[in-house]
């Protein structure tokens, strides 16, 4: 993701106006006050009155407003909505788990190149269009609501950006269709919008016409960009029990032109990077989600937690926000007891920024250093072909068998990654292979080495099915994140 412009938002509220009857009436307390025997000061030491009342009308503003703020709910919580899930507009009934795989692994090439792409000059037009069905890769969605009256809208929910944008009318381009299941915005139609105003400073440019600013989002290195202008509006979230969150004067932008942003499900994009306009610097510093099973269609209890009371906790581990991805800092990697050789230099990026490891919410497989890579490979490839299970590969997966998880690696030793600060992810079978490539009845490791011409800067990457049966919490002020083995289930009881 490519930001043309930051400042750090700091929009007045309206329902600081209420402030207004609050302070009137404590000015009218003090006043009284002064008034009963301060005749004599008023008059001998009118200027040290002055500022004795400007300091205590300063602490009243303040303490207004503070009390104003404190009211203001801090947590939007919301399900998240896998791609292939029954709650998402691309269901299928009729698909197969191999379907479904086979989806997942066309999603993950459409993320290599999307990223690729925004971090170097390379162009997706040079990957095969069938691949890139999808221009950003994506897995999860959210739905909101946006306005007054709340306005649904389904969108997609990205760590890789940081601008919450939404389609508005007039709009020209790839602005979704019909089968889109959430109208268009209509900021006409909304009692609380209202456009960013001039002066912009460092947001973007100004309209000087219509008083409002402007914005362009560049996703793929420009392949896919967005125009418009950015407003403020109430922006809700239901909770899994139908209760309503809003917070008013979100910032957000109003798509008016957009080009080959080709999910026609979706009406935007939910930024949850590190920049200052994104949702989660707005309200704070925090986020977290929890990721269910990702291959069951079923499995809807994956939520997401905007605000300061995300999910933070289990291991911590040191996170590092560079050209608007997450890294973190992997020492090692383990095969049941045994440290694998392999040279934690090969983890860490250079002073050119390739390398590293990033963790991603719209990859669904991970993606390792070769040099790392080789000898998980070799491990597993060891421990597998002593069950005598046929052997194959596919163009983007070298490991895969003839056979099924749940019978046929019941003793499979846990995978453990090393993180920074003592934080060990255990990785079980659930998050190391994925099924039913590409008929039923077969398994392929969801792994895969880096190369030079499949990912953002020569990164590894931590997908998607790594993170099953996890709650990942996000703390940007502190710099850590968390990984707590969950089953989602539990975060609705």
Same mark, same amino acid.
């Given at each position: ?67 104003v703020v404190a009211k203001e709910p801090r947590r939007l919580v919301t399900k998240l909505i896998h791609h ?8 299928n009934a009729s698909a197969t788990s191999s379907d479904r795989a086979t989806r997942a692994i066309e999603r ?133 029990? *139908? ?54 269609? *079923? ?30 800092? !992997? ?8 440290? !694998? ?50 052997? +194959?590969?596919?163009?983007? !997966? ?19 990654? +090393? ?75």
């Open positions: 993701m490519e930001y043309k412009w930051y400042m750090k938002i700091k929009p007045v509220r309206r329902d600081e106006i209420n402030i207004t009857l609050e302070f009137l009436l404590n000015v009218s307390a003090i006043i009284k006050v002064v008034s009963m025997g301060a005749a004599s000061l008023l008059f001998h030491h009118a200027k040290s009155l002055f500022f004795i009342m400007a300091f205590m009308f300063s602490i009243l503003i303040t303490n207004s407003v503070a009390a292939d899930s029954i709650l998402s507009p691309f269901y993950s090439k459409a993320r290599l190149a999307y990223l690729k792409a925004a971090t170097t000059r390379y162009s997706l037009d040079d990957i095969r269009s069938g691949l890139v069905q999808n221009g950003i890769g994506t897995v999860f969605y959210v739905n909101i609501s946006i306005g007054q009256p709340p306005v649904p809208q389904l969108v997609v929910m990205d760590t890789g950006s940081s601008i919450f944008w939404i389609h508005c009318p007039p709009c020209v381009g790839t602005c979704g269709s019909a089968r889109s299941p959430t109208p268009m915005f209509d900021p006409n139609k909304s009692s609380s919008y209202s456009p960013y105003p001039c002066p912009c400073a460092e947001l973007g440019p100004c309209d000087f016409i219509k008083n409002q600013c402007l914005y362009t989002i560049d996703y793929g290195g420009g392949k896919i960009r967005i125009t418009g202008n950015y407003a403020l509006e109430d922006l809700t979230f239901v909770t899994f029990d *139908e209760k309503a969150t809003t917070i008013s004067n979100m910032l957000f932008g109003c798509g008016h032109a957009v080009e080959n942003f080709s999910d026609e499900q979706a009406r935007g994009v939910l930024g949850l990077g590190a920049g200052p306009t994104s949702v989660t610097k707005q309200i704070g510093s925090r986020f977290s989600y929890c990721i269910g099973n990702i291959s069951n269609p *079923e499995d809807t209890d994956g939520q997401l937690i905007i605000g300061d009371k995300a999910i933070i906790d289990g291991n911590l581990t040191q996170l590092d926000v560079y050209k608007g991805f997450y890294y973190l800092t !992997l020492q090692g990697i383990s095969f049941g007891d045994k440290p !694998l050789d392999i040279d934690p230099k090969i983890f860490q990026r250079n002073r050119e920024g390739r390398g590293g490891v990033i963790i991603d919410s719209g990859m669904t497989l991970t993606i390792l250093d070769e040099l790392a890579f080789g000898p998980l490979k070799n491990e597993v490839q060891n421990f597998i072909d002593g069950l005598n299970l046929e052997h +194959h590969s596919t163009e983007l !997966l070298p490991l895969c068998y003839k056979g099924f998880v749940s019978q046929d690696l019941i003793d499979f030793p846990a995978v453990t990654f +090393h993180f920074a600060g003592g934080a060990d992810l255990v990785l079980g079978t659930e998050n190391l292979f994925l099924s039913h490539i590409p008929a039923y009845g077969s398994f392929c490791l969801a792994v895969t080495k880096v190369n030079r011409n499949n990912t953002a800067r020569g990164a590894s990457m931590i997908g998607v099915i790594m993170q099953q049966y996890l709650n990942v919490g996000y703390d940007l002020l502190a710099k850590k994140l968390s990984f707590m083995p969950l089953n989602c289930a539990f975060l609705y009881s």
